[in-house]
Each structure stands twice: as structure tokens, then as C-alpha cells.
């Protein structure tokens, strides 16, 4: 990703702008102006002021508002959890270290063992948060970002995780008939600039397994293996066979090999190479990632260990489970992702409003 390209927008605009003009489209547009994605970004409380910007963060804006009404109404609790932390919260490498007075700290990369303990620990069985994630991937992608918001989620079940999986299909439903239904004029500001189809997706939600899925690319003829996470351009060739095969742009898809997810992921009782895990995609790009949780010590401890974890580490986290812990589960949503993929937009950077990446701290 070049930050001094010139939006697909602005460019398009420029091109209308300058044959309105009599200008020739395919040359200099005359005496029209073109702007990088750079300038923009530097210059972003004057970027903001468009229309299709506009659009874009009160949509934004609608995507949080719905996710809490939908949430608040089903029972969850809010939540805030700690963002400054003392070990990586997902396991990784991939964090952003800083000195906590004598001691060293790391900026949270999710909510994650903050929330299992809420739901799972704790009493309230159903808990949600939005708050800011911090992901130190060195990553210039359309689609990644250093800091992005996270909308997270989650519940304790009676007697199997897709009841969670129930309550996320209920969740985005509601979300997307929500902007559909209250953000109309939003949307057609943002399509005047940056034209795109309607997202098509069903109520219930389609569901496949992880074994579908590959086997689905396997008879397109892309090469895939059981037991590893699918690249981001087989995510979206998938993407356009189910959309082709379901006439849906947004689906889950269930039980990931296990080897391919973090520590705390429960496995799967029938094969213990799969997992109890999931992801949710929108026109074949990922936006939620989640999973049932293991909530025995001992099997955490055993998972740990095999993912090179120093139990030391999340003691604390461990010994939440020791007293006592429901079956649960849960997943985290990107929004700025969900705000991009829903617009048919083409970088992320469109939907956060000042982005973080590794080669851009200010404004």
C-alpha cells in the first residue's frame, strides 16, 4: 500500500469532474486537482469534511449504537477492561512493549482474558466492550491497522457453543438491517463517491465447516491444506465462490484446525486436530475471529505449554479458572473492517479516522 497513490475516489471524481469540464478524462483533467491518499491523511479534518466521509464515520458511529442495543437487549453487561497489561494477551509477539514505572507492560492486543473471566469467572455470564486494540504487525496492507476498535463479545452457553454463533448471525442481522433501515442517506452519499453493491447476506446466517470451505477452493483449483489458515487471496476467492453458490456476502465458517488458533481455543471432542472455532467473513475478507473457550486449568496449562507460552506469564488468568468456570465462548469484531467490507470500500484507511499503520503516527 502507497500512501502517495491517489484514492480510487478522488481519481474517479477528478476523471466526471474534468469531462463535465470538457477536459479529456484520460489526460491532465485540465484544471482539476488530484489529491494522494498522504495529503489526506495529513490534512485529515479537512479530508472529513465530504460528504462520502461523512457518511462513512456516522455509519460507523451506527455499527457501534446497534451492536450495544442489540447486545444490551439480549442481557450483556459492558464492560471496560484494561488496556495496559503485563503479558501479551493473545499469546504473540506481535506487541507494542512500554515501561510501567519499574516493570514492563505491553499495550492489550484484545480484551480477551479480561472478558472470559467476566463472563466465565465472575457472575455475569454475558459481557460486551468497545475499546481499542493495539496489533504491532509490521503490516502496510489495505486491511491492517496498528490501532483499530474492537468490538468484543462474550457469553457463557447451556449446552453448545453454537449458541454463540446463534447470537452473532441474530447480531449482524440486526446490525446491517439497522444501517440499511437508519443510515439510507449515509449510504447513498458514500456510494455517489465510491460506487458498490448492497452487501447480500441471509437471516439465519450460512454457515460451513473449515473442511467445506477448502474443499470448495480444491474444486476451483487452488491448492490448500487442512491444517493451515487459507492465504488472504484464497479467503477471497472463497468469498466469490460462496457469494456465486449462496448468493450471500456474508457467512462463518466452523471448526479450524487447531493448530492454526491460540492457546485458550477449545478443541474439537470428535477430532482433536479441529477446533471449536470460527471466523465470520463479509465479501471474502475476515471480520470476526472467535471460539469456544477452554475453561479447565489443566487443560490451559497443557495448551500453553504446547504453544511455547511461560505459564508464569498468565498465572493470573489460569488461576481465574480454578475456582469454578462455565463453558463459554465468544469473538472479537474489527470495526473499521465491518465499516470497509459492508461499504464495498478498498482500504481500511477510508473507515478509521486518524489511522495507525506502521508508517503513519500523526495527525
Given at each position: 500500500e502507497n500512501e502517495n497513490d491517489v484514492d480510487d475516489g478522488v481519481a474517479a471524481g477528478a476523471a466526471a469532474a474534468a469531462t463535465e469540464n470538457g477536459d479529456d478524462a484520460n489526460g491532465d483533467a485540465g484544471s482539476v486537482p488530484t489529491v494522494s491518499r498522504a495529503v489526506r491523511l495529513n490534512y485529515r479534518w479537512i479530508d472529513l469534511r465530504t460528504r462520502a466521509n461523512q457518511g462513512i464515520f456516522?455509519?460507523?458511529?451506527?455499527?457501534?449504537?446497534?451492536?450495544?442495543?442489540?447486545?444490551?437487549?439480549?442481557?450483556?453487561?459492558?464492560?471496560?477492561?484494561?488496556k495496559i497489561i503485563g503479558g501479551a494477551s493473545e499469546g504473540g509477539a506481535d506487541v507494542f512493549q512500554l515501561k510501567y514505572f519499574e516493570?514492563?507492560?505491553?499495550?492489550?492486543?484484545?480484551?480477551?482474558?479480561?472478558?472470559?473471566?467476566?463472563?466465565?469467572?465472575?457472575?455475569?455470564?454475558?459481557?460486551?466492550?468497545?475499546?481499542?486494540?493495539?496489533?504491532?504487525?509490521n503490516s502496510n496492507t489495505n486491511r491492517h491497522l496498528c490501532e483499530f476498535t474492537g468490538l468484543d463479545m462474550e457469553m457463557t452457553f447451556q449446552e453448545h457453543y453454537y449458541e454463540v454463533l446463534e447470537v452473532f448471525s441474530n447480531l449482524f442481522c440486526y446490525i446491517f438491517d439497522g444501517l440499511n433501515e437508519r443510515y439510507r442517506d449515509e449510504i447513498e452519499a458514500v456510494r455517489s463517491q465510491y460506487p458498490f453493491e448492497d452487501l447480500k447476506y441471509k437471516n439465519p446466517s450460512l454457515r460451513i465447516t473449515f473442511q467445506e470451505g477448502m474443499a470448495l477452493l480444491r474444486e476451483a483449483g487452488?491448492?490448500?491444506?487442512?491444517?493451515?489458515?487459507?492465504?488472504?487471496?484464497?479467503?477471497?476467492?472463497?468469498?466469490r465462490i460462496v457469494k456465486e453458490?449462496?448468493?450471500?456476502?456474508?457467512?462463518?465458517?466452523?471448526?479450524?484446525?487447531?493448530?492454526?488458533?491460540?492457546f485458550y481455543t477449545m478443541p474439537c471432542p470428535m477430532n482433536p486436530a479441529h477446533s471449536n472455532s470460527y471466523d465470520f467473513f463479509i465479501r471474502g475478507q475476515e471480520i470476526l475471529s472467535g471460539a469456544q473457550r477452554i475453561h479447565e486449568p489443566e487443560?490451559?496449562?497443557?495448551?500453553?505449554?504446547?504453544?511455547?507460552?511461560?505459564?508464569d506469564s498468565i498465572k493470573s488468568y489460569i488461576d481465574a479458572f480454578r475456582h469454578g468456570a462455565l463453558p463459554h465462548g465468544g469473538g472479537g469484531i474489527g470495526l473499521e473492517r465491518v465499516v470497509m467490507l459492508f461499504l464495498g470500500l478498498t482500504n481500511v484507511r477510508k473507515t478509521s479516522l486518524f489511522p495507525r499503520t506502521p508508517n503513519r503516527l500523526a495527525p
Open positions: 456516522r455509519i460507523s458511529s451506527g455499527v457501534c449504537q446497534l451492536f450495544r442495543e442489540y447486545l444490551s437487549s439480549q442481557g450483556f453487561v459492558e464492560i471496560h477492561t484494561p516493570n514492563d507492560a505491553c499495550l492489550a492486543q484484545s480484551p480477551q482474558l479480561y472478558k472470559q473471566m467476566c463472563a466465565a469467572c465472575s457472575g455475569f455470564e454475558r459481557v460486551m466492550e468497545i475499546g481499542p486494540v493495539f496489533r504491532a504487525e487452488y491448492e490448500v491444506d487442512d491444517n493451515e489458515d487459507p492465504t488472504t487471496e484464497q479467503e477471497k476467492a472463497l468469498g453458490k449462496y448468493d450471500t456476502d456474508f457467512y462463518m465458517m466452523d471448526k479450524y484446525p487447531l493448530a492454526a488458533r491460540p487443560l490451559l496449562v497443557e495448551r500453553a505449554n504446547a504453544h511455547e507460552i511461560p505459564v
